[in-house]
Structures are given as C-alpha cells and as structure tokens.
C-alpha cells in the first residue's frame, strides 16, 4: 500500500506570521478530526519551501510546530533546493546575465507581440520545424520550464534567424526596428552564443530529468538521495565528457555553419563552461545533501548534515542490496533509531526486520509494514501542494472568482482525489433535477413564478 497525497483544506490567512500561519494549520487538522494526541503519534514530518517565515532557525512555522512535536523532521523541498542551487551558480559564473538578457529579449519580443509571432510562425512553416513556444529562463518556475525555452530556442534556430533577417529588411518597419533586429540577428548567429546555449540545453536537461524524478509521487528519500548522487556526478562529467548539444555546436563552429544558418564571431560574452557545471555541482552538493538549506550558523549547517546522513544510513538497512549476510544483527540499531524518529513499535518492527532478513527480502511481513509506510510517506518534494495550486488556480477563474473558500476547498479535494469523470454517471442527478421541475437544457422557456 502506497501513501495518498491529497489537499485536506483551503486556509483564509489573517497574518503572514508564523505564530499565525502554525495556529491556522493546527485549527484546520483539530477542525477535521485529527486530536492533539493522535497528532503526536502520527505526526512525522513538516515539509515547505524554504521561506524564513516557513523554515526559520528560531521562529518558524516548522521550528513552532517542532516545539509542539518534538520529534518530527522539518524537511526543506528539493524541488526548490535545486532551483537555489541553479541560481547560486548563475550568480558565480560569468557571461550568464548576458545570456539571460537575450533569452529575455526573445521572450519579451514574442510574448508581446501577436504580429511577431505569427511572422515566427510563417517562417517555422516554411521550414517545416515544429515550433515551440520560447518562454523565460530561471524565472520563479521550476527548472524544466527554462530547459523547455532553451530547447525551444535550439529547435527553432533556423526560423529565429530567418525572421530576424527578414525583419531587419522589412521596409514597412523603422529604422529603429529594424536595427533592432539586426542585432538579435547578429547575437543569434554567434558562435559564443551557440556553445552557451548548448551549453545549458546539456545542464538543463539533466537538471529537469532530477527535478522531475524528485516530483514524483513514488520517489523516497532513499530514492532521491541514491538518484540525486547519480545525477551531480553525470553533471560533473560535462566537463570530461561534453554533452550532445555541445558536441553539435563543436561540429557547428568547424564549419561556422549551424542548421544551414552561417555563423559569426561575435564579440558578446560566453559562458565559462567549466566554471558553470562545477558551479552547480557543488551547490547541488552542499543544497540538497541536508534536511533544509537556508541560512544558518555553521553548527547548525553541520546538525543538519549530520541529521540528513543518519536518517540516510538508517534508511538504506531497509534495502536488501546493503545487507551484510554474515552479520545476523545487521541493522538492528539503525531500525531502533528509525523507529524512534518515525513513532513505530520498536519491538513489533524488529520482530518484523528479523522475518524480513530471513527471508532474504522476498516477503514483507504485516510487522514491518508500518515502518516502510512511514518511511514511503516522508516526502522529499512539495510537488503535490504545487499541484493542488495548479488545480486551484483552474476552479477559481476569472469566470468562478466568488467562490467561497469552503466550496473551493471542497471541489479542489474532488479534483485531486475524485474518480474522472468518464467514470460518473450523471443521469440519476439530471432525473431528480427535471422531477423537480427544473428547467431542461433545451427548454426555451423559463419556469413559471410561484405566488
């Protein structure tokens, strides 16, 4: 049996305080029948962004409910670890702000403009390239939705610069336009660009598969912590072994050509490759490899470590791959330790890991089962709450926007966890409508007043 995420209720804020937001989260579980009692039973986990008012040292959401708790673990989302670390990167590495500036550009320049975007889209069909909407890097969204504008950017090299030149001769424009596209012309056409932008199509994409992995419902702690380490050393191998995209743009450059487009030497700035995947790598080991990242004392960075290695190690005895078959007593401590953190029988799963180890990982017994469920249900991302915004922001429309809270909540909660509607019959909910003597959809008249 697998852990179900769901959003349990809709909360009205009066105050952005973390005294405030932690008194409105207790009332609403208190207000759906949860009891302080039970709480402290079942309560294992806090997980949030990394907002001081959320994940304060001193005085935070989590750090308020851990006083009421003690012994739940406050978990910064790696989701948003990862997209802290992208950002320190760009921070740290030169010739980055010029390639966002122009990534920008393009986006203003087609975002803006219905008239640019269907001259775009004349030269995409034109040249029979699929075209793809570019939108903005390293905006506050996650990290695939930068990979997918510089993968846009790369698939539609050809029709980019065949509309930049189209447009910079474009008599009906003035000269200022004009100019302007020449200049996107000539930025595009840069060899410097080119290695950039191939450059962080190769980054972004792994930084996308990562994040999207950590999203995943059915990804743990071990998972993520196993896939996150995978995935900062493929990161590092970039600069030993270069990624496709900048292997195409190394083949470009020989030629000066790129996708039938003749290249330039440009004088604009080119990102310092190796600075920028060691960049990131080290952020991603120093971000995601801890409870939470934000700001802290040294002391209580290396707590935090110490913490996340533990919980780690106590974890990985659970996988039968790290078993040491010559030990009977392998992982006994760490699953006494594990049970005091995640409020399990010690005796009932240690009975349950002894069966467990005889047999040799094939069969779960009931005794151990509450302590995987435990550990499947710490989740390592916030993904479902970035979901449920998602969904809330498609049931309060511009067209839905009197909503009351309650019923918002409440058709959110149908929506997250409800049956599809091809599964619901609505025929027994129109009879009683029409026996009610309501109005039919294809009646052309209203429903007679009562006097």
């Known amino acids: ?4 995420a769901f959003p349990l209720d809709l909360v009205e804020l009066d105050s952005m305080s973390a005294a405030h937001i932690k008194e409105q989260i207790m009332g609403c579980l208190l207000k759906n029948g949860f009891t302080v009692e039970l709480l402290r039973e079942i309560l294992i986990g806090f997980c949030s962004d990394g907002a001081s008012v959320m994940l304060g040292v001193k005085s935070g959401v989590g750090k308020l409910l851990q006083d009421d708790f003690p012994g739940i673990i406050l978990w910064h989302c790696l989701n948003h670890r990862l997209e ?4 320190q990167a760009l921070d740290v590495t030169g010739g980055t702000k010029d390639f966002q500036a122009f990534m920008g550009s393009l986006y203003s320049l087609y975002s803006q403009s219905p008239k640019n975007m269907r001259q775009l889209s004349e030269c995409a069909h034109n040249l029979d390239i699929a075209l793809r909407r570019i939108g903005k890097v390293f905006s506050v969204r996650w990290v695939a939705s930068s990979w997918r504008a510089v993968s846009a950017v790369w698939q539609s090299y050809p029709a980019l610069a065949q509309h930049f030149r189209e447009a910079s001769e474009d008599d009906t424009r003035d000269s200022r336009e004009r100019a302007k596209f020449k200049g996107l012309l000539s930025k595009l056409c840069s060899i410097n660009f080119l290695k950039s932008l191939a ?25 993520a912590h196993d896939i996150m380490t995978t995935y900062v050393k493929r990161i590092e191998s970039f600069n030993r072994y270069p990624g496709q995209h900048a292997v195409d743009a190394s083949q470009a450059e020989e030629v000066m050509e790129f996708k039938g487009e003749e290249l330039r030497v440009g004088r604009s700035p080119i990102i310092d490759s190796a600075q920028f995947i ?11 490899f801890t409870t939470t990242a ?3 004392q040294a002391s209580v960075a290396a707590n935090r470590k110490e913490a996340y290695n533990s919980l780690i190690n106590q974890m990985a005895v659970l996988n039968p791959d790290n078993w040491d078959h010559d030990n009977p007593r392998f992982g006994d401590n760490e699953v006494r330790a594990l049970c005091d953190v995640l409020h399990v029988n010690q005796q009932e799963a240690h009975l349950g890991f ?22 499947d249900t710490l989740s390592p991302s916030n993904a479902d709450c970035e979901r449920g915004f998602s969904t809330m922001n498609n049931i309060i429309t511009e067209y839905r926007s009197k909503l009351t809270t309650k019923n ?10 409800g049956p599809p509607c091809r599964q619901w019959d609505p025929l027994p909910y129109v009879k009683t409508w029409l026996g009610k003597g309501r109005r039919a959809a294809h009646s ?3 429903m007679a007043r009562r006097v």
């Open 84 to 87: 802290l670390a992208v950002d």
């Open 354 to 375: 002894t069966e467990y180890k005889a047999s040799g990982g094939r069969n779960i017994p009931n005794k151990m089962k509450k302590l995987l469920m435990a550990v």
């Open 444 to 446: 052309t008249s209203c």
């Open 278 to 288: 060691r960049a990131v790598a080290d952020n991603m080991k120093e971000r995601l």
């Open 294 to 296: 934000n700001r802290a």
């Open 1 to 4: 049996m697998e852990p179900i």
């Open 199 to 223: 450059l962080m199509a190769d980054v972004l994409t792994e930084l996308k598969n990562l994040s999207e992995i950590l999203q995943n419902r059915k990804t743990t702690l071990p998972k």
């Open 408 to 417: 918002a909540a409440n058709l959110l909660f149908i929506s997250s966890v």
